[in-house]
């Protein structure tokens, strides 16, 4: 079983900044893509940021240009830097990645449980 362990969610105000971190645990051969989905109240889950092991990044419009994602191969960890943060930026961030077990298995797909992100004056 792959295990995803996020931290670094909280309230911040309007203009201010968080960074996510989210590492992978397990039996594990390899990564490929890592990524940052969210959910607001009342709406469904969205795309904010993917990263695959090659560093190639995929970013939501609503977040281009404020929120970095990166990523450490040798640790299994995604981060995500958020900056200038906005009201409607308040959601559950999950974090996901897909993963291999041994080389001839499929990819499958794990989540996080979820954090917090709240901005508001």
């Known amino acids: 079983q792959v295990q995803l362990v996020e931290s670094g969610g909280g309230l911040v105000q309007p203009g201010g900044s968080l960074r996510l971190s989210c590492a992978a645990s397990?039996?594990?051969?390899?990564?490929?893509?890592m990524g940052w989905y969210r959910q607001a109240p009342g709406k469904q889950r969205e795309l904010v940021a993917t990263i695959t092991s090659g560093g190639s990044i995929n970013y939501a419009d609503s977040v281009k240009g404020r929120f970095t994602i990166s990523r450490d191969n040798a640790k299994n960890t995604v981060y995500l830097q958020m900056n200038s943060l906005k009201p409607e930026d308040t959601a559950v961030y999950y974090c996901?990645?897909?993963?291999?077990?041994?080389?001839?298995?499929?990819?499958?797909?794990?989540w996080g449980q979820g954090t917090q992100v709240t901005v508001s004056s």
């Open positions: 996901n990645a897909e993963a291999k077990k041994l080389p001839w298995s499929r990819w499958d797909n794990y």
């Open positions: 397990g039996s594990i051969f390899g990564i490929n893509a």
